[in-house]
Nanobody
Framework: QVQVVESGGGSVQPGDSLRLSCAVS????????MGWFRQAPGKGREFVAA????????NYADSVKGRFTMSRDDVKNTVYLQMDSLTPEDTAVYYC?????????????????WGQGTQVTVSS
């Protein structure tokens, strides 16, 4: 059974940083696709970042490129999302997801296991 557990959310001020963690059991993060998505109140789920199972640099949404960094710890079987220079527009519930195969990393429908989400609130 695959379990995905996010942590690290919180309430911060604009310009602050947060690091989200996504611990996975039952599936190896280094040999599967891993993605971060977010959903703001009243909006649909939005792609944030993803790592291809074959390696290489992560993919990022244009809205977070240059501010967010996705990384992986194969020993801990955990992926991270380092979020810097946060703005109020980054306020959302952040979800981690995994898939054995996807054709497009930004298509949320292609991920088969999801975490429960962690709230990130950015306000002054």
């Amino acid at each position: 059974q695959v379990q995905v557990v996010e942590s690290g959310g919180g309430s911060v001020q604009p310009g602050d940083s947060l690091r989200l963690s996504c611990a996975v059991s039952g599936r190896t993060v280094s040999t599967n696709f891993m993605g971060w998505f977010r959903q703001a109140p009243g909006k649909g789920r939005e792609f944030v970042a993803a790592m291809n199972r074959s390696g290489g640099a992560p993919n990022y949404a244009d809205s977070v490129k240059g501010r967010f960094t996705m990384s992986r710890d194969d020993v801990k079987n955990t992926v991270y999302l380092q979020m810097d220079s946060l703005t109020p527009e980054d306020t959302a519930v952040y979800y981690c997801a995994t898939a054995h195969f996807v054709t497009r990393v930004y298509f949320s429908d292609q991920y088969d296991y999801w975490g429960q989400g962690t709230q990130v609130t950015v306000s002054s």
